[in-house]
């Protein structure tokens, strides 16, 4: 199984950025997919999530508003579409895949399988 995360970058305060996460080895549309990030020195925080079935959607206080997800089951893959970003965005982001999962799944132990992690640098 592997979970390939990419997209992250520099960007300044008040764009945007579109992460991707391809998903092999597993029956992705089998699996409800999540975006984590990690800022320095702070805990791994859900950000949000998109149902295996239905497409539902749930997101972290801190994005919501500001971030969508979606997904494209031909493709095995997952975006996470990041606007109007702020310093505090600054962080590690990594995809997670939990087989059947719901959407309110924002703990990292709830988790199957997780991506390598790319760096999303906001700078203000």
């Known amino acids: 199984v592997q979970l390939q995360a990419s997209g992250g970058g520099l960007v300044q305060a008040g764009g945007s950025l579109r992460l991707s996460c391809v998903a092999s080895g597993i029956a992705f549309s089998m699996y409800t997919m999540a975006w984590f990030r990690q800022a320095p020195g702070l805990e791994r925080e859900f950000v949000g999530s998109i149902r295996w079935s239905g497409g539902g959607t749930g997101f972290a206080d801190t994005v919501k508003g500001r971030f969508t997800i979606s997904r494209d089951n031909a493709k095995n893959t997952v975006y996470l579409q990041m606007t109007s970003l702020k310093g505090e965005d600054t962080a590690v982001y990594y995809c997670?895949?939990?087989?059947?999962?719901?959407?309110?799944?924002?703990?990292?132990?709830?988790?199957?399988?997780w991506g390598q992690g790319t760096l999303v640098t906001v700078s203000s």
């Open positions: 997670a895949a939990k087989a059947y999962g719901i959407v309110a799944a924002t703990t990292m132990a709830l988790y199957d399988y």
